[in-house]
């Protein structure tokens, strides 16, 4: 039965658990070329995405994300922000010419969205075809050691992993920020008006976590975000992008 | 007749000229929560969607980009990264606590990724709903004055704009790179090897450049890229973002 788009986004939930059986060559092209078709600024498509099947590198990925979904999947994506074959591309005085732009955080946001916008629409051809997915921030743990298992050149950035398999588990749909917190019209709407809306999601939010079954917990989402930031992680990445030659100020 | 979400995707193209037709309060909504329903890091859903509906305000953006689409659309929305609200959900100590990790590169991926799957699943429901959709980096031409103009606080970034609305022209798909070039297995191809398949695709382009009715010219795809990164733009971008108080080394 043919699902509309919307219906395949709404029933998105993260796949952490998924059966052993792994994706076709052909379902990898769908996947790749839905990937393709997002948009991309000034026709610059900087990004390159690595499909690792290899279960030696699996294990090391998994290893630096702290996940046993890494491995155990139908398909690993990795989707990396890529400047290097734009510099590839020019003479050598053409490449001088190009370093103080490829260099900027301007062409850094270009590389990041563009990977971004091409891997949720992978995500969704993903669903539409059946298959569940999660993405791997858990990556950028390590993320220059990640750069160096792939063999990613300069101006090449792993940002995140997805895997992709048959799902082997139905989780619950997690509750989103109201629609009044995410939307505003016209202008930035100040926090006060947000919070109203904000301590009812918490509520919501402590009632699910206390009553689902699995992982039973007095939480809210508040508390998460205070807890989340209040530990600097990953402060290695900055410095990476400065040797990879992206994103200098 | 419904279509499937690959089906959608696959149907992918800019659209630049739109009827003169507001969007619904019901396809807004719709098109807010479907792109709510994407993955979020961490479960921060660190950004925000403002609809601007101001025609003055949409006259100052588009004069910003340069596109008078911008103005002229059925909705416009700017996709930001939001740190701010975060912050705003501790105490004064919790905030303090959260300073270093909340400025780090690290976070400014996050919010970008955040912001950029929201996006994604935004213009594929919208397509869904059959409306044309067209990205927007142009905003920051300007980035400064925009987040001016939508009274954006501290940790809230205007990344890029999208133009949605009922679409008043069809024009062709714009090729992708070739599959081999994009795709990778398991380590990232030297560039020696993608350079074949891009020779290709330049002279695939280059026919298509040639033979389009509208603007058509003697370019291809590398030349392009070379023009465009051999002028650096959005300078300002980087200092900008500091003086947001992310993406500090």
Redesign the interface.
């Known amino acids: 039965m ?5 219906q ?3 029933q ?1 939930r ?1 796949i952490r658990k998924f059966k052993d059986k792994k994706l076709t060559n052909d379902q ?3 996947i ?8 991309t ?5 900087a ?8 279960e030696r ?1 699996k294990e090391q990925l998994a290893a630096i994300s702290g996940q046993p979904y890494v491995q155990k999947n139908g398909h690993l994506f990795v989707f ?1 922000g890529d400047l ?7 003479a050598p005085d ?1 490449i001088e ?2 370093q ?3 260099a ?4 850094f ?2 590389m ?2 563009d990977a ?2 091409a ?3 992978a ?3 993903a ?3 059946g298959l569940g ?3 791997l ?1 858990s990556l ?1 743990n390590d993320i220059r050691q990640v750069s160096e298992i ?4 300069e101006r ?1 950035v792993p ?2 992993g997805m895997a992709v398999g048959y799902p082997d588990h139905k989780p619950e749909q ?1 509750p ?2 109201p ?1 009044e ?8 709407q ?2 006060e008006q ?1 919070l109203p809306f ?1 301590k009812k999601f918490d509520e919501k939010l402590q009632a699910y976590y206390e009553e689902r079954k699995q992982n039973s917990r007095n939480d809210n ?2 508390k ?3 807890r ?8 290695d ?3 990476f ?2 040797d990879k030659n992206v ?3």
């Open positions: 043919s699902h509309s788009a919307i395949t986004i709404m998105h993260s990898i092209q769908t790749v070329k839905a990937a393709q078709m997002a948009s600024s000034s026709y610059v498509m990004y390159t995405i690595i499909g690792v099947t290899d590198i990396c290097h074959r734009a510099t590839q591309l020019g053409e010419t190009m103080a732009s490829l900027s955080p301007e062409q946001i270009v990041t969205v971004a916008l891997s949720q629409n995500a969704t051809a669903e539409d075809l997915i999660c993405y921030g950028r792939l063999q990613l050149p090449v940002l995140f997690k989103r920020l629609f917190v995410v939307y505003h019209e016209n202008h930035y100040p926090f947000q904000i989402w508040s998460q975000i205070i989340k930031f209040s530990t600097p992680i990953r402060m990445v900055g410095p992008l400065h994103n200098k100020q």
